[in-house]
């Protein structure tokens, strides 16, 4: 299983950003996929998460800016990001926990700056 993530970049703050991770081979219902980031400096931590196929959770920071999706048909795990702060800037790594595996991209850089 490898994850591809994309879409970061440098943008304003106030600013959009979809990023988006492809999974290679099907994602099921049952997965456990999530967005992560890392901060210079910080520790990795969750942003995002979808637990099953009706429950996602965000970390208060991010509740009401980003959303968390997946397309099953395209294999592929959504984090829109809008109202972007300086905050934000990180590396964003998704992860997906599946028949006991753990595996992870290897992050996109996102930096919210003026």
């Known amino acids: 299983v490898q994850l591809q993530a994309s879409g970061g970049g440098l943008v304003q703050p106030g600013g959009s950003l979809r990023l988006s991770c492809f999974v290679s081979?099907?994602?099921?219902?049952?997965?456990?996929m999530a967005w992560y980031r890392q901060a210079s400096g910080k520790q990795r931590e969750l942003v995002a998460a979808?637990?099953?196929?009706?429950?996602?959770n965000y970390t208060d920071s991010v509740k009401g800016r980003f959303t968390i999706s997946t397309d099953r048909v395209k294999a592929t795990l959504y984090l829109q990001m809008n109202s972007l702060k300086s905050e934000d800037t990180g590396v964003y790594y998704c992860?997906?926990?599946?028949?006991?595996?753990?595996?992870w991209g290897l992050g996109t850089q996102v930096t919210v700056s003026s």
């Open positions: 992860n997906r926990r599946t028949a006991g595996q753990e595996y």
């Open positions: 081979g099907r994602i099921y219902s049952s997965d456990y």
């Open positions: 979808i637990i099953s196929a009706d429950a996602t």
